[in-house]
């Protein structure tokens, strides 16, 4: 029988035009592809760790040899300025490549670890060992590098990988389809499955040994309480509503460079955006002056040209209205930008970049995340202020602190409850493989990147080692005349200062009564 394949048109969010149709997943095949991921895993996951890095490397030269062609599909499927495509997606991608092939042989390989003096003549060890099939469920607001980084890693690890890529852009989701095949993985190592919410949903219920999940809380919680439910480990990468510091002795200039390029970039389609600004009372009027002058001079639209790009998905532009009309409604100031009832979209999805003044933590724009560039701003006085109004969200992903006085910054960033903090800059922790990436409180769970990304696809197994000479062990049995000399041996290693002599004398007691044969 002939299976049903579901099309589903794809139109531009930049342009309107139709760029592709698309079959998508039927949810029938879904059982067949967990067959052939564990069929392939009993191959992929053998393979020496140098093995499995020369099909990465190879994935890696071939993006470098498309990465023109790969901006355009991203640019084209999310409306993104082309740059932005190549800066912040393709580039951050094949340097993860680069990590892993250079950093996956010492992270993966068994890793030696010290052995308690108790435990005398043993060595320990720590193994890595493969989960099996992993799921990943990528977002569309970075759509190759998100749904990349995560494959990668499970993949150096010796993990299968299934792939759901987002339905809104479906284009990269087939690009990333391609290229995998392109490379050569062996049959079955990577698939991808194509569609909407059915389609996740049934992957999710298929039982993955592991599960790796970038989007919104509220499918996050869904994907946690299953996972929960089945106890399968997951890592939930989340939303956040990060805010940025300014202080009175800041480079401003280079503050309000920074905060347009965090809070716009992608349109403000960001989970690390600048999502909110607190600016110290002294020089806040003349920060939001310039803000707005160098915010003005921005240009949106679809050419090598222009700064900002469309936003991706028209659901989210019914989430950012909604919060710039809940702040205008309260009282909030348009700084630049314009009303949601002048915005301009249908066919395509541009809406203006918009700064606000007068805001308080009363509105939906201060406290729930926008996802838009819409960047509210807001003087503060003290330094504890400004961190109690930091803190107060339900969100903790990223934040920034800005300031020449070193010791005031680090002072700020260690009280703020977020899984990173730039100092005098955005964003960029993403970009340095070696850091730990994720969040605290609604911002997920879990972290990735560096060894750590590769060996949370991984069992940790515990090895030790004795060369199995000796006959017995002084903790085995028989346990008759030990007692004393086991109290003895513990009081005189724990106190205060160690009496080695007295602990030697008990421990070679302890072997003779060991050696000695019950009568």
């Known amino acids: 029988m002939e299976e049903l394949h579901t099309k589903w048109e794809v139109y531009s969010p930049a342009t309107g035009e139709k760029i592709a149709e698309l079959d998508e997943t039927p949810l029938e095949s879904i059982p067949h592809l967990y067959t052939k991921s564990r069929q392939a895993f009993q191959t992929w996951s053998k393979l020496p760790i140098k093995e499995r890095l020369q099909y990465l490397k190879r994935l890696r030269l071939l993006m470098v040899n498309k990465m023109d062609e790969i901006a355009e599909v991203i640019s084209k499927d999310t409306g993104k300025v082309k740059i932005e495509a190549l800066v912040a997606d393709i580039m951050p991608t094949i340097d993860a490549i680069k990590h892993i092939e250079k950093h996956a042989v010492k992270a993966l390989s068994r890793q030696k670890v010290s052995t308690p003096l108790m435990l005398i003549g043993k060595k320990s060890y720590i193994d890595y060992m493969p989960r099996g099939t992993v799921l990943v469920i990528s977002p569309w607001n970075y759509p190759l590098q998100l749904a990349m980084v995560p494959i990668l890693n499970a993949l150096a690890g010796g993990n299968t990988v299934i792939v759901k890529p987002s339905e809104v852009t479906p284009l990269v989701g087939m690009c990333i389809d391609n290229l995998f095949h392109e490379a050569g993985f062996p049959e079955g190592t990577v698939q991808f499955a194509h569609g909407g919410k059915d389609l996740g949903a049934s992957l999710t219920e298929q039982k993955p040994d592991y599960i790796f999940f970038t989007g919104s809380v509220r499918t996050g919680k869904i994907i946690g309480e299953v996972a ?59 920060f939001l002056s310039l803000l707005k002058e160098k915010g003005n001079s921005l240009k949106q639209g679809t050419r090598l040209t222009d700064d900002i790009g469309s936003m991706t998905f028209p659901a989210q532009i019914d989430i950012v209205a909604g919060h710039l009309e809940d702040a205008l409604n309260k009282g909030a100031i348009l700084e630049s930008g314009t009303s949601p009832n002048d915005w301009k979209t249908g066919q395509t999805y541009f809406i203006p970049p918009t700064i606000l003044s007068n805001v308080n933590h009363s509105m939906k724009i201060m406290k729930e995340e926008t996802f838009g560039p819409v960047l509210p701003v807001v003087p503060f006085d003290t330094e504890e202020e400004v961190v109690r109004l930091a803190n107060d969200t339900e969100y903790g992903l990223n934040s920034s602190v800005w300031t020449m006085d070193t010791v005031k910054a680090n002072r700020i960033a260690s009280q703020l409850v977020t899984g990173a903090v730039t100092i005098n800059d955005v964003l960029i922790t993403v970009a340095n493989h070696h850091l730990p990436f994720g969040g605290t409180k609604q911002s997920g769970i879990g972290r990735y990147h560096g060894e750590q990304g590769m060996r949370i696809f991984c069992h ?33 290693y724990f106190s205060e200062k160690t009496n080695w002599i007295q602990f030697g004398k008990e421990y070679l007691q302890l072997i003779k009564i060991s050696k000695e044969k019950r009568k």
């Open 228 to 286: 929960a439910k089945q106890l399968i480990p997951s890592t939930l990468e989340l939303g956040g509503k990060d805010p940025m510091i300014v202080l009175r002795d800041a480079n401003l200039e280079r503050a309000v460079n920074g905060a347009l390029w965090g809070a716009f970039t992608n349109s403000g389609q960001v989970c690390m955006s600048v999502e909110r600004i607190y600016v110290e009372r002294p020089v806040y009027k003349e």
């Open 460 to 492: 940790e197994k515990a090895i030790m080692i004795d060369n199995g000479k000796k006959n017995s062990e002084i903790q085995w049995y028989p346990y008759e005349r030990k007692y004393t000399k086991f109290l003895s041996l513990f009081q005189h």
